[in-house]
């Protein structure tokens, strides 16, 4: 093991250079090759070569020490050009890779720039400058390993049960299609950024777009978008633009937003009334969303205009508006009823069923289980009361036996045998969605692969990404959905992943956590190097006084138990 440096907190961006900078220097001459009069084994000398091919860390790493874009970045992939508007793109035919001559010109140009074109290359193209292409030999996209732990445990086993399914102890199960209010509010930057891009083009095919996403922003059904005279000013052509800045990307979307998703007409009425005009409807529709989504109060509402107060009492069908008769109430009477009627919308959705499909009912019957269930010893059980606040996050480990041990065994039984619906229900759809995951994980972790395993990999992953944007059509994919589908590469190259995978790293971060350091900064690397040389010094001489083992046995003992400790540091 080579100890380069132990570097404090998280360096933003590009800023890592330095360290990596030092690595680099010490690597350069091993590619040549040094010679050592004498080692510990050879008297008479060795000539030492050495390379850094793979690299290996978790996603947020990796983007940073390869010189890779952010996961949101419209450039996401560190293996292809696939952009994330495409994320949902299941075919790896259709992607594009990336050029590795490309990216290192790219990243040469980068490193010389001035400031403002870095940003710029890095915006259009994804990349940066990162010191391990002063390496001759080092690829940065083959190189950058895809690391299977957190691609599988900590990846897609962590998003499927926290994000696509989501937990919530204090209500019970869900079927995982009501939608959260929070949540629902949040569009993904990637999807506004493509629907903004299409407005602004104007295309012929945009009310379709529109329509199929559901966003009828700017339109109406009857209207035709052909002439640009028609829209509104947002919508008319104008040349192609790029958000530089997230701030200027917030504002555009919150005025987008502004825009109600009611089609509004953009002609007034003959008789002259005004209430179906685009101001009107837009006026109309933040009123309307305000009420929906927010907490108002009494003083609040009774600043609306009457006509508006009166027109949202119509469309919620409010006592005595929910008759065909005529009926004038005063402001005053109309707030009233309609403050009444959200605050028993509210209770009425705080004790409806939620979206997360794992509740407090689902979650006795997994704790149950586990308490019956009796593990092998070399399986670490995962805690008995996960999935509530006071349990804190779960290892990589535990996330492996929950999902693949526990869970199984108590959805297929509730969801499975227990479930009196057809077999076409949507518990028993999501079942099988989830032990596709499952069994793809499975053989990714297997310690052999072959053509036939991967070929397996490769459908039942495939498989299991369409069900899961069959069943929750809410769900965006992530970056980890789609490195599950470019792993299958380092499998055919690399081969299985147990013999570069990060627990026993992890271990190593444990280990330099659990080094005291007594607050003397830049004395870790020596302390490191002393603690790390004892170790070695006393293994060879166990390993040539076999003697020394009998006086030193109850200490090795001791020492032997420490190292079988299960510390992984996560």
Same mark, same amino acid.
């Given at each position: 093991m080579c100890l380069v440096t132990v570097i404090p907190g998280k360096p933003k961006q590009h800023h890592i250079n330095h360290t990596l900078s030092a690595l680099v220097s010490q690597l350069l001459p091993f590619w040549r090759g040094i010679s050592y009069t004498r080692t510990a084994h050879y008297r008479t000398g060795r000539t030492v070569f050495m390379a850094l091919l793979p690299t290996v860390c978790d996603t947020e790493a990796a983007i940073q020490i390869s010189g890779f874009a952010a996961h949101n970045h419209t450039y996401f992939c560190r293996r292809c050009l696939l952009p994330i508007n495409d994320i949902h793109n299941l075919e790896p035919d259709t992607w594009i890779m990336r @050029?590795?001559?490309? #990216?290192? +010109?790219?990243?040469?140009?980068?490193?010389?720039?001035?400031?403002?074109?870095? +940003?710029?290359?890095?915006?259009? #193209?994804?990349?940066?400058?990162?010191?391990?292409? =002063?390496?001759?030999?080092?690829?940065?996209?083959? #190189?950058?390993?895809?690391? &299977?732990m957190h691609l599988g445990y900590l990846g897609l086993f962590r998003t499927h049960l926290r994000l696509i399914w989501g937990i919530d102890h204090e209500k019970n199960s869900g079927d995982g299609l009501c939608p959260d209010t929070e949540k629902q509010r949040k569009l993904s930057k990637a999807s506004l950024r493509h629907l903004l891009n299409e407005i602004r083009a104007n295309t012929p095919t945009l009310q379709q777009l529109l329509e199929e996403e559901n966003k009828k922003v700017i339109c109406s059904r009857t209207t035709s978008i052909a002439n640009p005279d028609m829209l509104p000013p947002v919508a008319r052509p104008a040349q192609a633009f790029h /958000?530089? *800045? &997230?701030?200027?990307?917030?504002?555009?979307? =919150?005025?987008?937003? &502004?825009?109600?998703?009611?089609?509004?007409?953009?002609?007034?009425?003959?008789?002259?009334? @005004?209430?179906?005009?685009?101001?009107?409807?837009?006026?109309?529709? *933040?009123?309307?969303?305000? /009420?929906?989504? &927010?907490?108002? =109060? *009494? =003083?609040?509402?009774?600043?609306?205009? #009457?006509?508006?107060?009166?027109?949202?009492c119509k469309e919620y069908s409010i006592p005595p508006f929910d008759t065909n008769n005529l009926v004038s109430l005063k402001k005053e009477d109309m707030v009233r009823r309609l403050l009444l009627w959200a605050k028993r919308r509210d209770s009425s959705l705080k004790q409806s069923s939620p979206r997360a499909v794992i509740g407090k009912d689902l979650l006795k019957e997994v704790w149950a289980d586990m308490a019956r269930s009796i593990l092998p010893s070399w399986i670490q059980p995962a805690p008995p009361k996960w999935g509530i606040p006071a349990t804190g996050k779960l290892s990589a480990d535990e996330y492996k036996v929950v999902c693949s041990i526990s869970l199984v065994i108590t959805l297929i039984r509730v969801w499975g045998y227990g479930n009196r619906e057809e077999p076409q229900s949507r518990r028993y759809q999501m079942l099988l969605n989830f032990l596709d995951l499952v069994h793809s994980l499975h053989v990714l972790f297997l310690r052999e692969t072959s053509p036939n395993s991967r070929a397996y990999y490769k459908a039942t992953i495939v498989k299991y990404l369409r069900g899961v944007l069959e069943l929750f059509p809410d769900v965006v994919l992530s970056s980890n959905h789609h490195l599950a589908l470019h792993v299958i590469a380092d499998l055919e190259n690399m081969g299985p992943g147990h013999a570069r995978s990060t627990p026993v790293f992890e271990r190593i971060n444990h280990l330099l956590q659990e080094t005291k350091k007594n607050g003397h900064l830049g004395q870790v690397e020596a302390t490191m190097l002393v603690s790390y040389g004892q170790m070695a010094n006393l293994q060879i001489l166990l390993d040539q006084y076999p003697e020394l083992r009998e006086e030193i046995k109850e200490a090795l003992a001791v020492l032997e138990d420490i190292e079988r400790e299960d510390h992984r540091g996560m």
């Open positions: @050029d590795p001559d490309k #990216h290192k +010109e790219l990243a040469l140009e980068w490193k010389e720039a001035p400031q403002a074109r870095r +940003e710029a290359i890095y915006r259009d #193209h994804g990349v940066r400058w990162t010191e391990l292409l =002063s390496l001759p030999y080092w690829n940065p996209i083959p #190189h950058t390993v895809i690391d &299977d /958000f530089d *800045k &997230d701030q200027e990307f917030e504002d555009l979307k =919150s005025r987008l937003l &502004d825009l109600n998703a009611r089609p509004p007409s953009f002609t007034k009425q003959e008789n002259g009334a @005004d209430d179906n005009t685009y101001s009107s409807q837009l006026r109309y529709g *933040k009123l309307k969303r305000n /009420f929906e989504e &927010d907490e108002l =109060s *009494k =003083s609040t509402m009774m600043s609306w205009p #009457h006509a508006q107060l009166e027109k949202l």
